[in-house]
């Protein structure tokens, strides 16, 4: 589906994304389907903006979300709502399905979820009957443990309602970063080249083979969050890592349980770090290669909607910088591979060249539409791109038929207890970016909000805890701890209690868990067992806070030049 579709659904059905704070633009489509007249239900733990706006807000405890998908399926199998004629045809597997999901009844679910039965059956009801109902779902669904299930649980919903191949329907993984769609398109992931060819099937490796000149691996490789086990851990020689390329990421900011990260990158021989500014990663950097920002140079981006979009270049760098492009090219000939590319252009040509799925969508072709969604396949005008996905039923596996997945609930792996007996999720901050080296260079946003951060708590933790609203207060698991500011809210629930990912002081990832999905190997950032303490001397606490503040500026580099 294209993001402007999101306006014309009949339903929507928000799971686990908080549009409002991550993606304000999209946010709007939200805002305007509601009052073209669509009905909103919004699951999550918080309320968050979408739940004060939506018709219906279904606010589970965290880290049940597989009970309550499961549940909707239930329910709209036993009231019937089934499309029976989209399943016949364009559908295997609902038999085993039915038979999984037949023991989640809502009245089964509504304790450990904390939804009462009346409300999924009511939830189950509108979204069925809608006409137009579409799924948009984020990280309060990838991370978990138990992520991969949920995303094929939900696409169950739209496929035993009929809710897929047709405009303003289907499901939509409102992906992160404005171009992590992208990454993944050319390649940026371990088992694939670019436009999603697996590493592993001859006749695609001897594709790559013959136009790039060279041998290449039949074994995919391993991903981010893998990377600390096998620097740490890995006796296989051949898998041992000893050097670490790292381009435009920070794991020692945004990856789980930092004092493991933090001792594998100490144990590499080699890291390099390719960034356009210092972040935390870089002081572990051997080699540091200073690369321009989004507007200093040209290219592509993919949109989460799998539409292309031309970026510009609207200023001129300063400094000793080169583009991203530019960089690997040279490293590349400097390793004895010449890359000679005059532009980002020839570039894409040579992508388009190899990848059926874009091979239509050229600079011109972009350049003309504003955003070409793909697949694309034929460089002719009448070829615009694919606005969604599946339309008349056909899918892509090879009977063109879709595919029911059912499986049971897995508990989120590491649970409260009597030694931490509050849940820590971590979500995202409006004002700040990721690992804040961009906002946090950034004035007009510090004066919006600062460091330490804040962890969101519910009056009643905080009252049982004697923390008051703004108060610094500790916040431990049991890989480590860190100070940050109380929010106390009535915008979550006794138990749990909630960080942004963005502070560097109060750094929720010295705390959270390194397990990962099985499939997507995302962590669990949004369940681990924690315990908050209030601080005595508030005064010493606020000192501490600001030497920790001016230390971590002086590593990084950071001066107040910077608007
Ligand atoms: N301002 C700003 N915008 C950003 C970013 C940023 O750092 N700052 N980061 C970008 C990136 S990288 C990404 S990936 C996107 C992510 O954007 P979102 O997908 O919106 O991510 P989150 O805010 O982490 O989580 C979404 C919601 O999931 C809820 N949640 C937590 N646990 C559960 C659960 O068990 N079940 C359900 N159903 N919901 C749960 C949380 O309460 C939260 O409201 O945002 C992007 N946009
Ligand atoms: N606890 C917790 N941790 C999380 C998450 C969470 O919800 N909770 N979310 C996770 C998610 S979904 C994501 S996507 C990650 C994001 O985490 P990261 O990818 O580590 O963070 P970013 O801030 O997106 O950017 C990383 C680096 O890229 C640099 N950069 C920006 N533009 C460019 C460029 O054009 N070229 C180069 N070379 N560098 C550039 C930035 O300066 C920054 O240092 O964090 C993950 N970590
Ligand atoms: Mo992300």
């Known amino acids: 589906m294209g993001v402007p579709e999101i306006e014309d659904a009949a339903l929507l059905l928000v799971f686990g994304y908080n549009g409002a704070d991550s993606h304000p633009i999209v946010a709007r489509r939200i805002v305007r389907a509601k009052e073209k007249g669509a009905k909103l239900i919004c699951v999550d733990p918080r309320i968050i903006e979408t739940a004060r706006i939506a018709d219906m807000h279904l606010q589970l405890k965290g880290g049940t979300n597989l009970l309550l998908v499961n549940a909707l399926a239930n329910a709209i199998l036993e009231e019937g709502l089934c499309d029976y004629d989209f399943i016949e045809k364009h559908s295997n597997d609902f038999d085993q399905f039915k038979e999984i999901i037949k023991k989640y009844t809502p009245e089964s679910v ?135 390329y790292i381009m435009g990421e920070d794991p020692a900011q945004s990856d789980p349980d930092l004092a493991e990260v933090r001792e594998s990158l100490e144990k590499c021989d080699f890291v390099v770090l390719q960034d356009i500014y210092m972040n935390k990663t870089g002081q572990y950097a051997d080699v540091i290669l200073p690369a321009t920002g989004w507007c200093e140079h040209e290219g592509v981006y993919t949109c989460c909607d799998r539409g292309f979009q031309r970026i510009r270049k609207i200023i001129e760098p300063t400094g000793d910088v080169k583009t991203d492009w ?6 590349s000939t400097a390793m004895g591979y010449p890359m000679k590319y005059n532009n980002t252009e020839e570039i894409w040509n040579e992508l388009i060249a190899l990848c059926p799925g874009f091979a239509g969508v050229t600079y011109a072709k972009i350049e003309r539409q504003g955003c070409v969604q793909w697949p694309c396949r034929d460089k002719g005008v009448e070829d615009t791109g694919t606005v969604y996905l599946h339309k008349d039923g056909k899918f892509a596996n090879p009977d063109g038929k879709a595919k029911f997945f059912a499986t049971d609930w897995r508990p989120p792996q590491e649970l409260e207890n009597k030694d931490y007996p509050l849940t820590l999720c971590t979500v995202r901050e409006v004002g700040h970016y990721s690992v804040r080296t961009m906002t946090g260079n950034c004035r007009t946003l510090r004066n919006l909000e600062d460091e330490p951060g804040w962890v969101q708590i519910s009056s009643a933790d905080a009252d049982a805890l004697g923390i008051k609203h703004r108060e610094l207060v500790r916040i431990s698991s049991k890989r480590g701890s860190v100070i940050t500011r109380a929010n106390v809210t009535e915008r979550v629930k006794e138990g749990a209690v909630y960080m942004t990912y963005q502070w560097w002081i109060g750094a929720c990832n010295e705390l959270t868990n390194g397990v990962f999905d099985p499939i997507s190997k995302t962590p669990e950032y949004n369940y681990c067992a924690c315990k908050v303490e209030n601080i005595k001397d508030q005064a010493a606490a606020e000192n501490e806070v600001r030497r920790l503040y001016e230390e971590i500026r002086r590593n990084m580099r950071i001066t107040d030049k910077a608007g």
């Open 326 to 331: 530019d960089i690997i090219s040279r490293l």
């Open 110 to 244: 509504a304790e450990q979820t904390r939804i009462p039965a009346a409300d999924i059956r009511k939830a189950a009801r509108m979204y069925a009957t809608s006409g137009r109902s579409m799924i948009l779902y984020g990280m309060g669904v990838c991370q978990f443990g138990q992520a991969v299930d949920v995303v094929k649980a939900l696409a169950n919903l739209t496929i035993m309602t009929g809710n897929l191949g047709r405009p303003s329907t289907g499901i939509g993984p409102v992906r992160g970063q404005n171009n992590v769609q992208g990454a993944c398109d050319m390649g940026a992931l371990p088992n694939v080249y670019p436009g999603y060819q697996s590493v592993t099937v001859p006749e695609i490796r001897e594709k790559f083979e013959k136009a790039w000149g060279v041998k290449l691996s039949d074994q995919p490789g391993i991903t981010l969050t893998m990377v600390p086990h096998q620097v740490l851990h890995e006796k296989e020689p051949s898998k041992q890592i000893h050097a670490y």
